[in-house]
């Protein structure tokens, strides 16, 4: 079974998270549950923001259109193949159970 690839957020998600944890007051538990971003992540990038106001950490790259749209098909390529791989496995559960001499 393959691996779900890992989310692809934009710059300007980030940025505005991180805004909304250091500016606006709100806790990390609160602003993940309204972006649907997990707090674990939105430590990291608070972290790498304090960090890389300090001059410590290296900015984060914005990413083109071109990528954002090859880690979104390669996220659903995943998804469909387990997709199919489950569907593949029922249906030989499902003949296997239809063959003359077994269940009834």
Aim: glycine letters at 6%; a positive charge.
């Amino acid at each position: 079974m393959e691996r779900i690839p890992r989310a692809i957020y934009t710059k300007e998600l980030r940025e505005e998270a991180v805004k909304l944890v250091t500016e606006g007051g709100l806790s990390i538990p609160e602003v993940g549950r309204r972006l649907s971003v997990s707090p674990s992540t939105l430590r990291y990038w608070v972290k790498a923001n304090k960090e890389a106001s300090l001059g410590g950490g290296k900015a984060a790259e914005a990413l083109t259109e071109v990528e954002m749209e090859l880690a979104r098909v390669k996220r659903e390529l995943a998804i469909v193949k387990m997709e199919r791989d489950i569907l593949k496995n029922a249906t030989a559960y499902f003949a296997k159970e239809s063959l003359p001499g077994t269940r009834s």
